[in-house]
């Protein structure tokens, strides 16, 4: 994947990323939202290869589309019951938070377009599992260990919080 | 015994004072037992104050050098209070004469209170206030001897308010210790001065700094000190303007009155006064104030026990005028003839009181004299031992009033004061009117069949008897002619002026005028039919005397407008200006600040979110164009 | 008992008592009262025995305990007593036990309650032993939260709401401790300055605030002056006292008015005359202006209360103008008065506080024309309340009526005319408690308190406690006064250069 | 410049990605699409990481491992996330944000 065939793959996957997520914005039903968010999610994932990090991709695959975007199909699906149609509205401070963003991005493009990048001409290795392995395992042992025990807290915690109430006040 | 005496005299108020303590701690629940330990603790302090006395008054030394001994209270750099007994003739006589009239006066009251529910407070109380007067007049130290005076002042609170669930009794107990508050503040200030300039309170120490003091460079300050430290005698021992205290403090139990209010607390102002007489000596003009005040109130309280009706309203005043004649002999320069006075009235005044508690024991507390008449029928003690002392303060020889009035009346006329001497003279014979007619209306005339009087028990009328030969004999101490007081008790030197006939007949025919018209008003005439019409003729006269100069009236009026207005005006300013604008104004302000402020507390994330947003937008900003790498916006490079 | 860290022991016997509670189930009433009655208890008898351990020949400071903390501000967690802070700390003790007892009948919430107590004791007692500004902020600020809570919870409603009290009470002393952190920090940027080592312990800041510019001293001085006289309640920042108390509970009002008050005195002594004597001087004038507008105007406003605690509140505000007066008289005579004073007034405010809140809890009521004739029904009550009245009202043979005389002998002398206004407040004094009393226990008996119960057994030990305190420091005042005076005396002595001086107005 | 794609465009689709996310959580009512935006600019960050992995330290992997970590604990989040909002949910019966301004009690 090299020279121009890269740069047709990114602008497609940019146009495909930012077109989705407008529409997970802007869409006014909510489920519809979501299947946009997969989309968007995919597309990401093709970005990430030509990122040459074919791991992640998988992962974003994985984890993104699938996972969270069910998951988020379940919570809608239990509370929003009936009618979609609208369900995924603008609030009252559309215009100044669409202000804000416009000053976000105005920042950040006069921030990306100044700064000079000291780049590499190094390629990224190819076995990209093996290394991001290794370092996982040995480097990053802890922030490893750490997130695996904020999963589980956060398993716990979900369930917790998301358990039936019984009437008499106690949840058991 | 003699020397152990003298030099534990530190013995004599303490042992009132543990009798206090061991009541109010131990025996207040058995009241015989009480009264027995307040007793045993008065008449202890009689016995070494007996001795002590005879040790000072058989050494001739004591009256030139005090005999000082004393321990540190406190100290500071800069100031030094020591607590100590100094005897010397006075205090000596002091410490005789008040534990000889209390002891006679505690055992006077166990039966004057027999039954009472407050009896052993009653006998702690009186305790405390015995040790409290001794001390006073034993102390070596000004500020030792405030403590005391104040103290004192405290006893005089408890005991007039004793029946304290009577709003007069408790009204009148205020009333004493505001009054004398007021006058401790004028005393406090003289000490204070007194130690600010010479940098010590102890009597001896002052006296002789005093007698060294430059009066030149600080022209009038002795005066003003002098004149300070007086306010206090004049609300501690009843003097015109602040006696109204005195009589509304018969609302206590009598022997109170006899003990305190007339024989031995009141008199501390005199002899406060005869203490630092070493100040007054050097200020003439204090000493005028002194004489001035003192003959002023003599016939100022004379003229109204004329109109009095209650008995014991009556005495009050009489105090009061008597106290009058020893500030006029203080004045005229004569401690001698003053204390002398202090000495006879003490026992005279102690007996008519106890004689009137007697009588108000027997007709059940029923005061106003135009309601008695023929007591003595059926109350022969009670009423000759009064006679003796109606004789006594009227002036006729040989009983105890006759000598000491004679000689202030002699030393008043020799000091050339004239138009004092009148009103002394004049005061003489209004004493003996007033007290006459006391005497007729109660004890001669005709019987209230109302009254169903019966004489008192013994232990009543032993004192009495003994107060009365005090009375009887009391002055011979003193005659002109064998003047043994005045070689003890003096100021300066020794003087006893020739024996003055004039004045002497004199004082005896005004005394006996007084006497005869009282019994031609009050006791001759049946019905009082002349003594009713020349109330009615003069009936404006009559009115303002009855009503003591509308004096009461007018504190009254000025404390509970001026005074409680002003309070009531600083309070409306504390709440409504300090409290309401400043600072509910302050905090007013803040929560309109909060309100402002409280509309962008919408409560709702996405807005916070927002504002956030543009926070984290203001750092990134700051950050990127004035933070430390600015300069070279250049990120990364690999190693 | 060399090395054994008897001020710590004192310190935390309290804090420990609360930990202990807190353990304890909260049905279990008489247990937790007996245990914070335990802890204040062996602080009472440690600081006693503190009291006359210290060798007062010696002077200085004794029982150190010094522990480094943070290097960087030169904090160090420095304890020690002298004879300024040793009269407090008994106070503190003296008033902690007996307030224990004072609430003994709390049935609402005991076990919060006497947590709350215990800290408040302990963090009290803390700023009174600390030797190191740091440390004795931070006492100071662990003093506020247990006072707000003990008054929103367990407070009364009168004049004004116990919320509005308490919300008062604790505005107050932020605001100005607010002002003193201010001067607090500016003056250790300063010192750490000049002497180019951080020290944040007293003496260390005295040695290095000598190099500080005569302006810097009086503006440093005017802030804590600030600081220091809003929670003396120096007139006119005093209108929190009378609202405060009154609507504090009893054993709030006891500490706060006792000791908690005193903090200020303390402070404006021990810090701010110590560390900025040409402040101190320049100002001296104005604080014995203030002092006396304090007492002549709070005690003419008592005179118009009916509430009793308002009439000790404004009592109280007025007792502290002497306080003021005293300092501002700069001199050896005048600080030992200050010093005893306070002691003094604790003692008695706290007494006259535990009868009031007896009377209170009996009759439901501190309005006086409520009640009348209690003497007759509660003569022990009638007992506690005169004799704390007497001491207000500076009666000879208790213990305030020296250190007041040695007020006047010093401001007397200095301001002359100012001080009779001063001492004219003895009469105003004497009306008001005098009026307080005859109309509370005298008169003829109310038939509706005939039933009520004199205080008793547990109630009483307030009584006995401060009572005694209160007449052994009038019989024999050689035993406040020596030890205060040998806290005195080197503090002047070393400021007396500066204020000399310094005497630029 | 067209050509070849540099880091820059890497991080101006990053920046647009954001900011729709951004637009999404300020002005959507919907609690879930709100959720699901945080997601956006969760993804975008990662496009960042990933990108300055490669074109600056592209022997590291560390930008790689930090996406790992973004996507574990935006997994994390969501799941915590729709459990609030479902508690949430059963105590109001409502998701819209509109309602919830309990924050100023």
Known sequence: MEGIWMTVAFYLLAATILGSALLVVMLRNIVHSVLWLAVCFVAMAGLFLTLDADFLAAVQVLVYAGAVCIMVVFGIMLIQRGDMGSTNLFNSQTKAAAGVVALVLVVCGYLSATTQWVGTAVAVPEQTVENIADILLSKYVIPFEVAALLLLVALVGAIFLAKEVKADGHND | MVEFAMYHAWLVPLLPALAFLAIVFLTRPWPMLSALVAVAGIVGAFVVSAFAAYGVFTNPEFTEKPLVYAVRWFSMPGMQIDVGVQLDPVSAMMIFMVSMVASLIFIYAIGYMKGDPGFSVFFSYVSLFAASMLLLAISSNLLEMFVAWELVGLCSYLLIGFYSHKISAREAAKKAFITCRIADFGLLLGLLSLQIIFGTLNLVELSEKIAHFEQYTTFGVLTLIAVLVFIGPIGKSGQFPLHVWLPDAMEGPTPVSALIHAATMVVAGVYLVARTMFLFHEVPGAMELVAITGGFTALFAATIAVTQREIKRILAYSTVSQIGYMMLALGVGSMTASLFHMWTHAFFKALMFLGAGSVLHALHHKADVWEMGGLIKKMPITGWTFVIGGLAIAGIPPFAGFWSKDEILAVTLDSGHYVLFVMAAFTAFLTAFYMWRLIFLTFFGEENPENHPHESPPVMTLPLIGLAILSAVGGLVGTPWAPLWSEWIFYGHPHHAEPNYWVMIGSIVLAAAGIYLAYQLYCADKTKARAKALAERYNHIYTILYNKYYIDEIYLWFNHTIIDGAARLFYLFDIYVVDGIIVNGLGALTCLFGEGLRVSNTGRLQNYALVFFLGVLAVVVLLAFTGPSSASLTVGGVK | MDGFPVLLTILLAPVVAAVIMAFIPREEHMLIKCIAATGTFISMALSLYVYFAYDQSLGGLQFVQQIPWIKDLGVTFFLGVDGISLPMLLLTNLIGFSAVFASWNVNHRPRDFFILLCLLIAGVMGTFVAQDLFIFLLFYEVVVIPIYILVIIWGSTKRVTKEYAGMKLTIYLLIGSAFLLVGVIALFMKTAAISGVPDMSFTGLARAAQGLSDFDQKWLFALMLFGFGSLLSMWPFHSWSPDGYAGAPTAVSMIHAGVLKKIGGYGLIRIALYVLPVGAKFWAPVIAVLGVCGVAYAAMAALAQKDLKYIVGYSSVSHMGYVLLAVASLNVIGLNGAVANMFAHGIMAALFFSTIGFIYEKTHTRWIPDLGGLARQAPRLAVAFMLAAMASLGLPGLVSFIPEFTIFVASFKVYGGLAVVAIAGIIITALYALRAGANTLFGPPRPEYDSLRDIRGPELVPLAVLGTVLVVGGILPFLLFDMVNSGIVPLMAEISGALQLGGSF | ?105
Not at chain 4, 83 to 96: D, E, F, G, L, M
């Open chain 4, 1 to 105: 410049m067209v050509t070849t794609i540099s880091l820059t465009h890497y991080m101006v689709l990053s920046a647009l990605l954001f900011g729709i996310g951004l637009f999404g959580v300020l002005a959507k009512r919907n609690a879930i699409a709100v959720l699901i935006c945080i997601e956006l600019m969760l993804n975008a960050v990662n496009i960042n990481l990933v990108a300055i992995s490669k074109y600056i330290t592209p022997t590291l992997f560390t930008g790689q491992l930090f996406a790992i970590f973004v996507i574990t604990v935006a997994a994390a989040e969501v799941g915590v996330g729709l459990a609030i909002i479902i508690a949430i949910y059963r105590n109001r019966v409502s998701v819209n944000l509109d309602d919830f301004d309990w924050l100023k009690w």
